[in-house]
């Protein structure tokens, strides 16, 4: 795994990409070490999972820790929202975001729009509205970046159209997900989805190990 990252970075101007991965619940709590093996990798982004469909992520403020430690440059954070999940109003979610996430947060909050049992409303404009309300209130809440992470199905299927959206929420970055285990964009045009041109994030590699530990692999502009 470490040979192929740096063969990749060798290819990859890094003042324009880097190669990341995610942390969600299910990893648990990371050391110091773990982020600084996965730093020695080649990876140069990490987004931390901040909020479940159940609420706070009880980790999380053990993974910010150690990742600000670590030699890991840029650090992104993402919250999973679904309508019709206990305690997910948009204001009680961006206001719990805000609360717990340290001051020294600089990166973007990626908001992650996917289906699960029970999850979202059979009302597509009221799932929209959730969405774009849920921005709104995080934009107030103080967070400067705001970005929307989710795939060509899973949008579809949130917003019964993977062309729907809105022009508001096609200005935000775009985090998508394609396994094709290529670090790059050229596969945009095929899985496009809510009017976004141009993407931020790619998520390109499903579950691998790396440093003992199994996450999902991620090639940002």
């Not at 430690?69 to 019709?84: E, G, H, M, T, V």
């Not at 049992?117 to 059979?122: I, P, R």
């Not at 929420?169 to 050229?186: E, I, K, T």
């Not at 596969?187 to 530990?213: E, L, N």
Request: proline share 5%; charged share 15%.
């Amino acid at each position: 795994m470490k040979i192929l990252l740096f063969c990749l970075l060798a290819l990859i101007p890094l003042s324009f990409a880097s190669l990341g991965f995610d942390v969600s619940i299910y990893q648990g709590a990371l050391t110091l070490d773990d982020f600084t093996c996965f730093s020695n990798a080649g990876f140069d982004l990490v987004i931390l999972q901040a909020w479940t469909s159940e609420g706070f992520n009880p980790y999380f403020n053990a993974n910010f820790r150690n990742a600000k430690l670590s030699p890991i440059p840029n650090l992104d954070i993402y919250a999973f929202i679904c309508n019709q999940c206990e305690d997910n109003d948009p204001e009680q979610i961006c206001d719990s975001l805000y609360k717990n996430t340290p001051n020294t947060f600089t990166g973007t909050l990626w908001l992650n729009i996917g289906p699960c049992d029970g999850c979202w409303s059979d009302d597509f404009g009221i799932n929209l509205g959730f969405i774009q309300s849920t921005v709104d209130e995080c934009q107030k809440k103080g967070f400067a970046k705001v970005g929307i992470y989710s795939t060509y199905s899973a949008w579809g299927s949130v917003l019964n159209d993977p062309t729907e959206g809105t022009p508001n929420l096609r200005n935000l970055d775009l985090w998508y997900v394609h396994y094709d285990n290529d670090a790059g964009f050229d596969d945009f045009t095929q899985v496009a989805f809510g009017g976004w041109k141009q993407p931020r994030i790619k998520q390109y590699g499903g579950v691998v190990s790396s440093c003992g530990i199994l996450v999902n692999t991620n090639f940002a502009n």
